[in-house]
């Protein structure tokens, strides 16, 4: 009876986790796609579904996890850690400090983090992702967030920072990734179709910004214009790759 009592509760956790994790990476996939396609004034979700948020959203947001986790496991792993283990230099001079003027070094940093954020070059999501999610993670936890579902410390601490910081870096390559096609940084072009006809000088060409069902978008450099077709299946679309070399 309480092996049973025990299962039930157990699988009832489970989809209570499945669900709220489904909702957690849908809305991570969807400031992705905000990110990307709000510098072209596009709200692409008009053209989607939800499958298709999920397609176009889980390539650039699966390989910023999987490298952001990588880099969370190591520093959770490394050596430094081992010697200024957590809560260990409570009492040193530069931790008294900290608490003594806590209130006015945080305000130095929110507003630091606000006007970066505000004024900062779009490079700032490069950084901004880890300033505004890691104050999220070390208040979970404080809070010994998670704590009974994931007993260890070091796997937890890793959870939390990727929970909190994904979304973040999630809008942040949307815009890294429309800055790329805007700047001429790095962007797929038309070579020819059945559409548009094109110039021979690779700057100037027509840029693939995308799809969103069965449109495709389309940025025109030299006037600087977003063209939105319907795609046929009939049609063909041939592009290339333009990389600038740094």
């Known amino acids: ?24 990476f849908i809305a991570v ?9 709000s510098p072209f004034g596009v709200n692409i979700l008009e053209y989607l579904s939800l499958a298709d948020i999920i397609k176009l959203a889980a390539y650039p947001v699966a390989s ?51 006007a970066l954020l505000t004024f900062g070059p779009v490079e700032k999501w490069l950084i901004l992702p ?11 936890r404080g809070q010994n967030f998670l704590a009974s579902d994931i007993p260890a410390e070091a796997v937890r601490n890793v959870c939390l920072f990727l929970l909190a910081t994904l979304p973040f870096f999630a809008f942040g390559i ?29 700057s100037q ?5 995308g799809h969103g069902g069965d449109f495709i978008f389309l940025w025109e450099p030299e006037k600087k214009v977003l063209l939105i077709s319907k ?13 600038r070399s740094m």
Not at 29 to 37: A, D, K, P, Q, S
Request: net charge positive; aromatic share 16%.
């Open 205 to 209: 060409k027509i840029r693939l910004v």
């Open 29 to 37: 996939g969807t400031l992705y796609l905000w990110g990307y396609w």
């Open 130 to 140: 880890m300033l505004l999610g890691a104050p999220i993670a070390l208040y979970a």
């Open 64 to 114: 910023v996890f999987v490298s952001l986790a990588i880099g969370v496991m190591l520093a959770e792993i490394s050596s430094f850690k081992k010697i200024f283990p957590y809560g260990g230099g409570r009492n040193t001079s530069g931790s008294r400090y900290f608490v003594k003027y806590r209130v006015l070094l945080c305000m130095l940093y929110i507003a630091g983090v606000v």
């Open 1 to 24: 009876m309480i092996d049973e009592s025990m299962r039930d509760e157990l699988r009832k956790n489970t989809y209570i986790y499945i669900y709220f994790l489904s909702l957690y």
């Open 231 to 243: 795609f046929e299946a009939d049609k063909r679309l041939r592009v290339g790759k333009f990389e």
């Open 174 to 202: 949307g815009q890294l990734g429309a800055d790329s096609v805007l700047e001429g940084k790095g962007f797929y072009y038309v070579i020819d179709n059945d559409y548009i006809m094109t110039n021979s000088d690779v």
